[in-house]
């Protein structure tokens, strides 16, 4: 890759190799912007920032040797920028470099240049196209042009820059304005566009005073003499590219890769933007049509499936035929991916996700050729579900993203491919301060994270009971789902901010017909409206302790903290601590007495692997006390508590996650009173 300023007069750009040991020097003190500065390149490369006249710009983009991609925006600055433009130039002001990529390639899809569409090219030499300036240089090239005529029906009334031979001789104040050419008196005002027409300029000063033919003259040799800063890019090279994109991004420029790519590579006879608009339309009865409207996750996935690499430069290195080829696995992907999500972690749309990046991986995973799917193991659900909450809860994707992205890319892949991968092995802590610190904001990863662990608890309705439709409210997935457990008015009238009442720790999935029969009263008042059947249930399922009626604020974001952080723990397949506090059919630290048989598995087992029970006198157990001996040594559940020395970590997972069987749950329960002494 080469990267040059531009060179002297010249129809088009000097070669790199000309700027080699020299800078360029400015005849006037307006025109040194972004010149002379040599930048060192590693083994023998330059760089060099240089400009382009004003009057080579204009010249440049007439012969259409430079050029606007397909992906960039259209012309957008309005006259008055346009004018603050020339006042810039005029004073010598910095406004940034014009990025321009010089290429071999000409690309299937090009933009007009504002209203000027834009003549071919000599094919004998490359093409300069603009990756970043596009306004800037739309901006001086209209003014100061006459031989281009604009599109019918365009507006180019921004063209109409005059300077004002009364405005304020101030550094601050524009000395150009915008103006209808009708409103510009001959008098106050002189067209700009002129200063590189003979002919009118020569008709436009002839009714000039001395005085005002001097001034128009030095204004107008300043911006002969301009130079607009332009750093040159030569390569066709496409990671190189890449690289260029992403850092131009950082700086806040947005740029489509997706329309760099499809300009660069698809040829009319696959067209890329029709099948992933297909597809969008495919994953809209699934809620997820979203997908469709970014279509760079769209091509990282792709990327990911096609080349394992799904940062720019792996994008921009697609080969159109492999992905024309692929594309129905990659479609198998996408939808293995957003089948799991939707079914393993009740994700019912796109803004339910934490990262959208996650979704990359699983596409990787999922991604297999016509007639074949992956046959999910227990092993690696676990794997990836362990994935999912510690990249959430971790905010894996918040930075050093694509290092991050490509590491689980390939990990997914393995997983698929071995059974067994270090997928899940990512950085993982969390504290009550998550859930006490954080507000509650929809569209905020934090929050995103939080509502979907409440979700896993499959939540149920304060007021009834029963479990809420999960898919429509995350479907829905608006501010009315979720209200206060402590109601807003009640701690706003005992002091407490805004911030405070909007933690994490104080929001639970609540209808708005809910809220509303529960009140604005205390909790402690609130308790009898819920069904007293379910109340237990009710809370459990909102992962409350029963501390909420104590009417304690403080106390009850402590306690309901120590749950979320369990759960959030236990979901991540990290270790527990056992808390206090817990409500409904759970344990505090150690099962309850009597034994309760609906008591989820989960928390069970987990206490049995604390505990380690002797695994000879389970088996005694089974033999001697267990009527259904043979039922239990044929269930897989029973057999790896049996052998819970040998158990790997997924198995031990399998039995975590197992549960929900009232079988399991009775033969555990029975094995716990057993080695107590008490059956």
Known sequence: MKVAGAGPVDRHLNPPEAYQGRTMTAASSHAAI???VTIQKPRGRRRHLDGLPIRQIVSRVTSGSIRVPAFQRGFVWDADRVAFLMDSIYKGYPFGAIILWRTKTKLTSERALGPFTLPDRDPDYPIDYVLDGQQRLTSTFGVFQSELQPTEGTDTSWTNIFYDFLASVDLQESRFVALPSGQAGSSRYFPISTFFDVTAYRRATSSLDESQAEEIDRVQATFKEAILPVQLIETDDRSSVAIVFER????????????????????????????FSDLSEELERFGFGQIGDDSNLLLRCCAAIVAGDATAAGMLSLSGSDVRDRFDEIRNGVLGAIDFLRQNLNIQRLANLPYPTQLIPLAAFFATPPGEEVQLSFQQRAVINHWFWRSSFGRRFSSGVQKSLNRDIAEAIRL??????????VPFSLEADYFVENRFTLGVVNTTTFVLLLAQQQPRSFISGNHLHLSEVLQRYNRAEFHHCFPQRYLKARGYTPDEINRLVNLAFLSSADNKQLGSSAPSMYRNKIS?????????????PSSLFDDDYEAFCDARAALLVEAARELAGMPSQPASGRTGHRFNSEPEADGDLTAPLSEVARYRFYTKGNA?????????SCPDVNLVRQDPLMADLVNYDEVNRYDRLRIQDAAQSDFAGERVNRWEHFESGED
Do not use: P, Y
């Not at 947005?254 to 590579?265: E, G, M, N, P, R």
């Not at 000879?616 to 001697?624: D, H, I, L, R, V």
């Open 34 to 36: 972004g010149r002379g």
């Open 248 to 275: 131009v991004n950082r700086l806040g420029i947005k740029l489509d890769i997706f329309q760099l790519v499809s300009a660069w590579t698809w040829s009319d006879e696959f067209d890329l933007q029709g099948r």
């Open 416 to 425: 698929r491919k071995e059974g067994d991968s270090a997928l899940a092995d």
């Open 532 to 544: 007293q059947i379910h109340q237990n249930d009710v809370l459990a399922s909102a992962l409350c």
């Open 616 to 624: 000879e006198s389970f088996e005694a157990w089974m033999t001697e």
